[in-house]
Each structure stands twice: as C-alpha cells, then as structure tokens.
C-alpha cells in the first residue's frame, strides 16, 4: 500500500504565481516530513522539512504546512520561478525507523514563463 | 568534497547477465541506500545500510544484493538481470537520524539524505 500519496503527477502554473503542491499520508507514526526536488538526469536534493510538531515551516520562497488531523501536508512556491520546473516528492519518516523514508510518487512542476 | 558518486552512469544488460552498482560518499556518513525509481512510483528502497558490514532489506530487496565492507563505499549486485529491473537506480547517505521528534528550527535535519546522479539500468 502507498504510505505517501501524491495524486497530482503533473502541475503547471505561470511565472509569479503560487505553486501548491500536496501530499497526503496513511502512516501515524511519521513525525518527520520532506520534500525533494529533482531535475532530470540529476539525484533528488533537498530542499525544506517539517516536524510533526510543527504545523508550518518556511525557508525564503519555500513554505510546508502540515495538517496532522488530515495527515496532509503541502509545499507553497511564492513566487514560482522557470527554475523551479522540477519534479517535486514528498518523502515521511517515522521516528522508530531511524533515517528511512518513505517516498511519494512525485508531482511535475512545470513553470511557464 | 564530491559527495555521493554513482558508476556506471548507463548499463545496458542482456537478461540473466550479473552486474555491480557502485556507490562511493566521502561525507563519512553512518548510513547508506539504496533505491530504484520508476515512472508513477516514486523512489523505493531496495536495501540500506546503517554501519560498515551491516545491511538490511528495503521495500523491493528480491533480486538485489548488497554489500558495504567500506564505511564509504555501498555496492548494488544484480545475480541474474531481468527486464523488470530497467530502472533508474539511486543511492544515498545520511548521518543516524534522531529517535525524538526535531525540535529545532533547523532548516535540514541530520537525517537528510544526499543522493547520487543515479545510475540509468536497461535490462533486454
């Protein structure tokens, strides 16, 4: 079953304007939440993370917010930027499991210009 | 400081032909993976590492061999090549991550893992 769901595969949205990315998860016992952004050919990076006890955590133009009630979480890109077309996962992991994460299936964000 | 590198970049297989992965970090990181990413799939973990001479299966271990005799080096085997394995493969490092929630603000935790360029693997 799919711990980490993220029912957008593709996302398109113009240059300047919010990109909202979700993601929802099944699994109570993640209490760490990240995403990734990857550019073809290249590993996924880092890019901003939450704790569970926390419900939002913002980094320059980069903003999670975390509903633990809806176990959902989202990603805010303000502005988006041409730059910022990537594909975008969503990863969870539980505090029993050291540093394992469990991955979503990735969103594509394309930002026109 | 060249971080986690992937050798091969690309491999093409024949079915039931036998092939080694290697993955090297120089971040002298306690922990290793490996995953594999297919369209729709996201990335699953194949095998892991939590220390030099430990391993430990992943979500999708059938298939796949692992070994870590270097604390930097992580090596992926494939025994016997099937089309189902045409992947793009992933490896990570990352330092042991914390049995308590953060409660810094800290913008990365320790437990971030750093990946690789990805080895491309196309089995016929």
């Known amino acids: 079953d799919q711990q980490v769901k993220q029912n957008s595969p593709s996302l398109s949205v113009q240059e300047g304007r919010i990109s909202i990315l979700n993601c929802d998860y099944t699994n109570s016992m993640f209490d760490y939440f990240l995403w990734y952004k990857k550019y073809p050919a290249e590993g996924p990076t880092f890019l901003i993370s939450i704790s569970s006890i926390k419900d939002k955590n913002e980094d320059g133009r980069f903003t999670v917010f975390l509903n633990k009630s809806a176990k959902h979480l989202s990603l805010h890109i303000v502005p988006s930027q041409p730059g910022d077309s990537a594909v975008y996962f969503c990863a969870a992991m539980p505090r029993t499991s050291g540093s394992r994460l469990t991955f979503g299936e990735g969103t594509q964000l394309t930002v026109n210009p | ?124």
């Open chain 2, 1 to 124: 400081n060249a971080g986690v590198t992937q050798t091969p970049k690309f491999r093409v297989l024949k079915t039931g032909q036998s092939m080694t992965l290697l993955c090297a970090q120089d971040m002298n990181h306690e922990y290793m993976y490996w995953y594999r990413q297919d369209p729709g799939m996201g990335l699953r973990l194949i095998h892991y590492s939590v220390g030099e001479g430990t391993t430990a299966k992943g979500e999708v271990p059938d298939g796949y061999n692992v070994s870590r005799l270097k604390k930097q080096n992580f090596l992926l085997g494939l025994e016997s090549a099937a089309p189902s394995q045409t992947s793009v493969y992933f490896c990570a490092s990352s330092r042991p991550g914390s049995k308590r929630p953060s409660t810094s603000g800290q913008a990365r935790p320790l437990e971030t893992q750093y990946f690789g360029p990805g080895t491309r693997l196309l089995v016929l």
